[in-house]
């Protein structure tokens, strides 16, 4: 199966990535002890760059083709999907502020309906389904402005 972290680890490695030349290239690698050459090939048929059969290595075109299909389906499907897990949660913040607003403003939508007035307990409790540090998070919306709170911090709204 292939995956794209693992091509590119593969290609980040210079030995691996000389088997995988010498592969497409259908030159022998003679300067590469063989076991290594053979840890090189084992890694490059589980990232998907080659497949291996018991006579013949070759360029794996298709599978790398599909993994380019499926990276731009992902991006243009939601460009702010790359800042959650599966379950949903915020993996990391982004460091370029539009960015990081963007997902912010996002989450405040989902989380906080305009007009509502909810306890900092209420907000927390909203919160929770993004991420394990809510005050982090809670401190972000009110900087970055979606949330607004009074000043002692017991009612918060949308801004």
């Not at 088997?19 to 002890?33: C, K, Y």
């Not at 298709?62 to 243009?76: D, N, Y």
């Not at 972000?140 to 918060?156: F, K, M, P, Q, T």
Request: proline share 3%.
């Amino acid at each position: 199966m292939s995956d794209v972290r693992a091509m590119l680890a593969c290609l980040a490695n210079e030995e691996v990535a000389r088997v995988f030349a010498s592969i497409v290239l259908r030159v022998d690698p003679d300067d590469i002890p063989q076991e290594r050459r053979d840890k090189a090939i084992e890694a490059l048929s589980r990232s998907g760059l080659i497949t291996a059969d018991t006579e013949s290595l070759a360029l794996n075109s298709a599978g790398i083709r599909a993994e380019l299909a499926s990276l731009s389906g992902k991006a243009t499907s939601d460009p702010l999907q790359r800042w959650f897990d599966e379950s949903g949660r915020i993996r990391q913040y982004p460091r370029r502020a539009n960015e990081r607003g963007a997902l912010l403003t996002t989450i405040g939508d989902q989380a906080i309906a305009a007009g509502e007035r909810l306890t900092e307990t209420e907000v927390n409790g909203r919160l929770e389904r993004y991420t394990s540090d809510v005050p982090t998070l809670r401190r972000y919306l009110v900087v970055h402005r979606i949330l607004a709170r009074e000043n002692d911090g017991s009612v918060y709204w949308r801004a």
